[in-house]
């Protein structure tokens, strides 16, 4: 069965500086994997998915995310953070053929001003 | 257009009281998938719809149903509510059950409470 790993509860950084949160994830298979980002009180919103092609996925909000198979690792990058991205992120990993699609914990962002 | 939206938004039950949700799906969907959302479990697949056939369940007790109608809106029931079942439940649509390949879209959640 899938799962994934998202190591890190909360996150602070600094508005401007640099961001990755970290996921990892299980499954035998080959893996979709997915970034939602969820604001308080609101539902998730896709930010960007994997399928299959170039390691490096460009994603809505200035965000990208790197899938590494040697350390079964789909971490979120963004160069730049900006206080409207503070917000929950959730790291996913679905299946082929149907929609059950399995989360991680998340990780929660505090952007400082 | 119009993205996926839930009713009620807001919901309070006491123990052993049943509860309806909906979701409408956005326009041209035909499936759609419910998840519960908790502080303790975090995201959790329930099921998922499509053409009025459940296609996949999680593991949840018998308490929790679902069904669809012929225009793609849904429900989800839950009988004998436990205090356990407070949680934000949300609903996601998508073309057709496609798997990862078909993006899900995600409605802003009913917040149950129950007491």
């Known amino acids: 069965a899938q799962s994934v790993t998202q190591p890190d509860i909360h996150i602070t950084v600094s508005e401007g500086a640099s961001l990755e949160l970290r996921c990892n994830y299980s499954?035998?298979?080959?893996?979709?994997l997915f970034w939602y980002v969820q604001s308080p009180g609101q539902g998730l919103q896709l930010l960007l998915k994997y399928f299959s092609g170039d390691t490096l996925v460009q994603g809505i909000k200035g965000f990208e995310a790197e899938f590494k198979r040697s350390q079964s690792s789909f971490n979120l990058r963004k160069p730049s953070v900006h206080w409207s991205d503070a917000a929950e992120y959730f790291c996913a990993v679905g299946k082929y053929n149907n929609n059950d699609m399995r989360f991680g914990a998340g990780t929660r962002l505090t952007v400082k001003p | 257009k119009a993205g996926v939206t839930q009713t009620p938004r807001y919901l309070i039950k006491t123990r052993g009281q049943q509860v309806t949700l909906s979701c409408s799906p956005i326009s041209g969907h035909r499936s759609v998938s419910w998840y519960q959302q908790t502080p303790g479990q975090g995201l959790q697949f329930l099921f998922e719809y499509f053409s009025e056939t459940q296609r996949n369940k999680g593991n949840f007790p018998g308490r929790f149903s679902g069904r669809q109608f012929s225009n793609s809106r849904s429900e989800m029931n839950v009988s004998t509510l436990e205090l356990g079942d407070s949680a934000l439940y949300l609903c996601a649509s998508s073309l057709s059950p496609g798997g990862a390949q078909e993006t899900q879209y995600f409605g802003p959640g009913t917040r149950l409470l129950v007491l």
């Open positions: 499954y035998g298979a080959t893996p979709y």
